[in-house]
């Protein structure tokens, strides 16, 4: 008896590598990997849905516009304001618009775009298609003989890694007008003068940057979205539990992303 | 509703399946499945819950993979298929599923022109909208062609459900639980459209239920599956004479059931 509990017990442990959780993380990391490899194979390969790349690019892009113009407009506004007593006690308050601009556009910017977006875009991913996959949505596609990756999967990554960069550049300029106006009510400065000193310590390597990162930003919170909603499991709470994760791997990964890409940034620099 | 009897081609087997195993980690679902399916014919599936009804109508359209055994169907061998030889069969196969899955974003004339904007691309957009408006017409609902998909009842979701699969001209139809979570008045109209669909577009079915009208009025040939084997196959009498207790005891507990509901 005792032999055969202990024969039981060593069948359990064999039945896994190394641990269960540690298992479950390797398998989801190679199940992530094949997820996205699948992305790039079925990319190039036809039919390609473009109105409905365009009908993502709508949602992704135009719907964020008034979260995104009230986020960067208070970031603007409230950036200068509490930089102003440093720069001031060192006599250097025309830099202001100077250290604006390289916040804005270096850091600021592209990481609070990618941030809301994976908030209100990439939530919205993981419960959508969390929720066609529990209701069955996804298998439909799949049996009316349409390739649900490409439909869902492909359009949804391709509308937030063009969009993102989009929304990018247009926080940075609603930021700039925050600023700018704080500014202006403060220093009197004209804004011909607020541009010509902000942009003169902007490179190009500084705008082509910020436009490469949010591409990735992008490409994450819509591969973490899409990955999450297909996996999406158990009803309603793994609709939730989709959304969630989605938010929560996406903003992981940007944090993770920002800090390696400005290493490499610097670098080049 | 009276029962209609089709005429089924005993030469032409459209659906084979032989000692098909599949198992979800420690369940055995089915543990040895026979079944075959001959042109022309609708074979109802019977079974409680939990059965692995669902399970055996998606292994056939290679949602999901068996673990042992054989499934062919339309003579090709659906676990052996490729991506594009797989999306050719599907093409002929008609799948509606319990819930309908109707795509919640789109209108009804979107979701029934969806299949057929992707995989015929030669088709004009008239070409398109005549056809999305005859299978719902065939359905009965043309009305609906431009509400979505939640402003529809239980019953006309299923009635969609079932036109999205009509436009692709299906051989084989899969119901899976075709009348579940309808009143009994709606479950005879779709016992009624099942039959009607088989009429008009000659198709083969396989219909998952454990609705004993339903089985009755639908069902050429009833099957019984019953701890992840068949039971029993044959006509709806020759199955429900038998004196297994088995078999008594759900027919009992459904009519049973029924009486004690009007």
Redesign the interface.
């Known amino acids: 008896m005792a032999f055969n509990l202990k024969n039981k017990n060593l069948q359990k442990v064999r039945r896994h590598l190394i641990s269960p959780r540690l298992d479950e993380f390797f398998s989801g990391v190679y199940r992530l990997y094949k997820f996205i490899l699948e992305f790039f194979k079925q990319l190039f390969r036809p ?1 390609f849905e473009m109105q409905e790349v365009a009908r993502q690019c709508y949602e992704v892009g135009y719907r964020s516009l008034p979260l995104i113009s009230l986020t960067g407009f208070i970031i603007g506004i409230v950036f200068t304001k509490q930089s102003r007593p440093s720069l001031q006690e060192f006599g250097a308050s025309s830099w202001l618009p100077s250290l604006i601009s390289i916040a804005v556009i270096r850091a600021l910017a592209p990481l609070v775009t990618a941030l809301i977006a994976a908030g209100k875009v990439g939530s919205n991913i993981g419960a ?1 298609l969390g ?2 996959k529990v ?3 996804i ?8 390739n649900p990756y490409k ?1 869902l999967v492909v359009t949804r990554v391709l509308a937030t890694t063009l969009m993102l960069p989009v929304l990018m550049m247009y926080t940075a300029l609603v930021a700039m007008m925050g600023s700018y106006l704080n500014v202006h009510a403060n220093e009197l400065t004209s804004l011909r003068s607020f541009l010509d000193s902000g942009f003169s310590t902007i490179s190009f390597l500084d705008i082509f940057s910020s436009i490469f990162k949010t591409m990735i930003f992008g490409f994450t919170i819509g591969i973490a979205g899409c990955y999450q909603g297909f996996n999406a499991t158990q009803g309603t709470q793994g609709v939730g539990r989709a959304a969630n994760a989605a938010v929560v791997a996406s903003m992981f990964m940007i944090f993770v992303e920002e800090m390696i890409i400005v290493q490499i940034v610097n670098a080049i620099r | 509703m009276k029962r209609r009897i089709h005429i089924a081609d005993k030469t032409q087997k459209v659906i084979s399946i032989e000692n098909l195993e599949k198992s979800f980690g420690t369940l055995h679902v089915l543990r040895g499945v026979d079944l075959e399916v001959f042109k022309g014919e609708n074979v109802v599936v019977l079974g409680r819950s939990g059965t692995g009804k669902s399970v055996l109508i ?1 292994i056939m ?1 290679g ?1 999901l993979k068996p673990d042992k055994g054989m499934v062919s169907v339309l003579g090709q061998q659906v676990d052996a298929l490729n991506n594009n030889q797989l ?2 069969l ?2 002929k ?1 008609g ?1 509606s ?3 309908s ?5 789109m209108t009804v004339r979107e979701n029934l022109a ?2 057929l904007v ?2 015929f ?1 030669q088709l004009t957009r008239k070409e398109i909208s005549t056809a999305t408006e005859k299978v719902l017409d065939d359905v009965g609902l043309l009305h609906t062609i431009d509400q979505m998909p939640a402003e529809l009842s239980g019953g006309q979701r299923k009635r969609v459900g079932i036109a ?2 009509l436009i ?1 001209q299906p051989e084989i139809m899969l119901y899976d639980e075709p009348t579940a979570g309808l009143d009994p008045i709606t479950s005879l109209d779709i016992n009624s459209l099942i039959n009607e669909v088989q009429e008009q577009y000659h198709t083969s079915s396989i219909i998952i239920t454990h609705d004993l009208t339903c089985a009755r009025q639908t069902g050429d040939r009833i099957a019984m599956l019953l701890d992840g084997k068949f039971l029993t196959q044959g006509t709806f009498e020759e199955v429900f004479d038998a004196d297994d207790e088995r078999i008594q005891s759900f027919y009992n507990y459904n009519f049973i059931t029924a009486d004690e509901t009007s």
């Open positions: 039919p959508e929720s066609m209701t069955e949505q298998d439909a596609m799949e049996v009316s003989a349409t439909f | 998606k359209v949602l999306r050719q599907r093409l196969i799948f599923f319990q819930n899955a109707l795509y919640d974003s969806f299949p992707r995989n691309k999205r699969t692709l």
